[in-house]
């Protein structure tokens, strides 16, 4: 039983890297996390337990975070301060790139 157990957490762990959206691969790394963590309990082994909890975690926060900039009022994407992205190219150039809101079309207006 132990054996499937680790079996079926690697399956959905490898089913994962198959994922088209990010909130789909964070569900599934947190359901493969769960599985790998009840598979260390029963193999006693404290690290692939706390390997696996610190992956859940990172997974569910990432996934709550993500789903809060999904949210993102269009009002407050409009009051954002002006930025500046730089990029050095291969001869040392730099480019500025003006990315405030009134530069930058969006589908928000």
Request: proline share 5%.
């Amino acid at each position: 039983m132990t054996a499937a157990l680790g079996w079926v957490a690697t399956s959905v762990f490898v089913a994962s890297y198959f994922c088209s959206t990010t909130r789909t691969l964070r569900a599934l790394q947190m359901a493969a996390s769960v599985l790998w963590t009840v598979y260390g309990v029963a193999i006693h082994a404290i690290p692939v337990i706390a390997a696996n909890v610190l992956v859940f975690a990172a997974a569910a926060w990432t996934l709550t975070r993500r789903r809060d900039e999904e949210t993102t009022p269009a009002a407050t994407l409009e009051a954002a301060p002006a930025v500046e992205a730089r990029s050095v190219l291969d001869g040392g150039t730099v480019m500025l790139i003006d990315l405030r809101p009134d530069r930058v079309s969006s589908p928000y207006r």
